[in-house]
């Protein structure tokens, strides 16, 4: 600490001992305490404060959990171990049905957390003016989404690693090594940006009870809609070559890719999701409302 | 730039749609000291705060908070003040003192969180979440992220409203506290007694006006008692306006009912007891009224001041 720093430490309402010094001078604690002092704390401190809170609430919300581990969790273990859908070549081993399944319910833990579960949080957050008073507050409103951000990532990675876990015990074996690894996570991060920017979207203009209905709808839509479960070339072409074109559909596919066929990085899906992301941060940037 | 005021607003406008909520507004608010603004709901208080708050752009006017626009110095001025809405604004799963510690990691130097909320009485519902604790528990937290980051001004935005005798006499407590200590406190209230009691400066604000201005005495002041008792009918008045101090007048209205108005307080009262005790005259339920804040309000917008 530098001299000037300290000098500014010896004010009135001085953390250290105030107590003791108050009562020599027979200045009752509490006026000395409330001695002005005002500044905010240092940007990274404020951002690690506020996602590890919105992280602890994620964690602790039931119908949250529910959406982000029970649901992935179950039907990554329903449609493993009991052939009730077409999952294409290999469909009549667990094994085979795992390979398939284990990357579109990766996609799903995406569509969760950054799309459903953000949406529905900040649009509560903002019909109860939660957003409202944290713009009175010193944190930067870029600092607040900077740690939304922190928060889904977190919650992300606790749930791959816990749908990860689960398919291997099933008996995943994804292709592809280290460089599929390496693939998987470049196909992730722009579908996790890109959903994460569709939620706030959703959460930045609808009433909350609207985005509570459509973030869920659309999830279950996506279930089977969305590569996860269903392959897309179980629909007709015109609506596959629609639907390969979503987010959730293009992470389940090119993950897939990857990992079950031990293809190189799809580089159009990339460049799809990479798209996505540029343009829903841009129109969340543009159309959030913050009351 | 340390002796202008804390706040001035001059010749606010703010519209929504065809209303116009806030119709040339003034307001000074000093450092160190309670300014109350008070008015019937709907005449554009929480309006007028919100806009010091940087939340709500002025449709004409000047507002200066802190020697700041709040409008487009707002990353300045947020970290120097401190806001308790009228309601919301908290997580509602968030544990109350979950809330207070995580709003004292976003300051510099806060209060002790643990200690504010044994002061406020946070801390037997400390685990609760938000959208659980009682109406004057959720004020009372509100006030507590308010003064937590140890502001230069803050605004309390009907901080009493809903809370019983004990927690509204805490808060008014700890608003006190905060003059001593040199914080600037701009509340809203349409609570008579808490403007009179508390505040420094009172801003009497209708129809989105402020209609009058001052300190409750300067206010109240320059106003005549009123004293008031019933005796037999037909008592001598002229023999009790004689007794009288200069200035002060009685009559009879209803028969028995007697009415004497005049500057003068306890003077007054001497004088008519002593008036009585000389006609042998037993003056029943004698009773005195200063004016108070809520009689100047009657005077200048002729309606009584009820929410």
């Known amino acids: 600490m530098t001299a000037p720093d300290h000098r500014a430490d010896a004010g009135p309402g001085r953390a250290p001992g105030p107590a003791t010094q108050n009562r020599s001078d027979e200045v009752p604690a509490t006026e000395a305490e409330f001695a002005p002092r005002p500044g905010p704390a240092p940007l990274p401190r404020m951002i690690a404060a506020q996602a590890a809170l919105e992280t602890r609430m994620l964690l602790r919300h039931g119908e949250q959990l529910l959406l982000t581990v029970v649901i992935p969790t179950l039907l990554l273990v329903l449609f493993s171990a009991v052939d009730i859908i077409d999952t294409g070549d290999g469909g009549d081993t667990v094994a085979g049905r795992v390979a398939f399944l284990a990357p579109g319910i990766l996609s799903l833990a995406v569509l969760s957390t950054a799309f459903t579960g953000q949406a529905i949080s900040t649009g509560f957050e903002r019909r109860y003016g939660v957003l409202k008073r944290l713009g009175a507050s010193p944190l930067p409103r870029w600092a607040l989404l900077t740690a939304k951000s922190c928060s889904v990532a977190v919650t992300l990675l606790l749930q791959l690693v816990l749908l990860c876990a689960v398919a291997l015990a099933l008996g995943w074996s994804p292709t592809g090594g280290a460089a599929g690894l390496c693939a998987a996570l470049l196909l992730l991060v722009p579908a996790t940006v890109a959903l994460s920017a569709l939620g706030l979207l959703m959460a930045g203009t609808l009433r909350a009870e609207a985005t509570l209905a459509a973030a869920n709808l659309v999830f279950v839509l996506l279930i089977f809609g969305g590569g996860v479960v269903v392959p897309l070339e179980n629909f007709p072409d015109a609506v596959a070559r629609g639907l390969e074109l979503l987010p959730v559909a293009a992470l389940s596919e090119g993950l897939r890719e990857v990992l079950q066929q031990g293809a190189p990085l799809p580089w159009g899906t990339v460049a799809l999701l990479v798209g996505w992301a540029v343009a829903a941060t841009a129109a969340a940037a543009r159309f959030f409302r913050w009351e | 730039m340390r002796s202008e005021p804390a706040v001035v607003v001059a010749g606010l406008v703010k519209r929504y749609g065809d209303t116009t909520a806030v119709d040339g507004l003034d307001l000074t608010a000093a450092r160190g000291a309670v300014t109350a603004v008070l008015g019937p709901n709907g005449a554009g208080k929480t309006t007028t705060v919100e806009t010091c708050e940087g939340f709500r752009t002025a449709d004409a006017g000047e507002v200066r908070v802190l020697g700041l626009d709040p409008a487009r110095d707002g990353a300045a001025l947020r970290p120097r003040i401190g806001v308790m809405l009228q309601s919301g604004g908290v997580y509602p799963t968030v544990r109350a003192m979950e809330m207070l510690r995580h709003t004292a990691r976003l300051h510099a130097h806060p209060l002790d969180p643990e200690e504010l909320g044994e002061r406020l009485g946070l801390h037997a519902c400390g685990r609760t979440p938000y959208r659980r604790l009682s109406g004057g ?148 339920r004698i009773t005195t009224r200063r004016h108070s804040l809520e009689d100047i309000f009657l005077d200048l917008t002729g309606r009584e001041l009820r929410p």
């Open chain 2, 137 to 284: 528990q959720q004020q009372r937290l509100a006030l507590a992220l308010a003064v937590v980051g140890r502001p230069e001004l803050v605004f309390l935005d009907e901080p009493t409203a809903g809370l019983d005798p004990q927690a509204r006499h805490a808060t008014w407590e700890l608003i006190r506290s905060l003059r001593a200590a040199g914080v600037a406190v701009v509340l809203t209230t349409h609570l008579m007694d808490e403007a009179e009691d508390l505040a420094d400066h009172v801003a009497v604000v209708d129809g989105g006006r402020a209609i009058a201005a001052g300190s409750p005495a300067e206010l109240c002041g320059g106003r005549d008692d009123v004293l008031r008792f019933v005796g037999e009918p037909g008592l001598d008045l002229a023999s009790l306006n004689a007794a009288l101090p200069a200035g002060a007048a009685a009559e009879e209205s209803p028969a028995g009912h007697y009415r004497v108005t005049g500057a003068g307080g306890p003077a007054l009262l001497a004088a008519v007891t002593a008036w009585c005790a000389a006609h042998d005259v037993l003056a029943d």
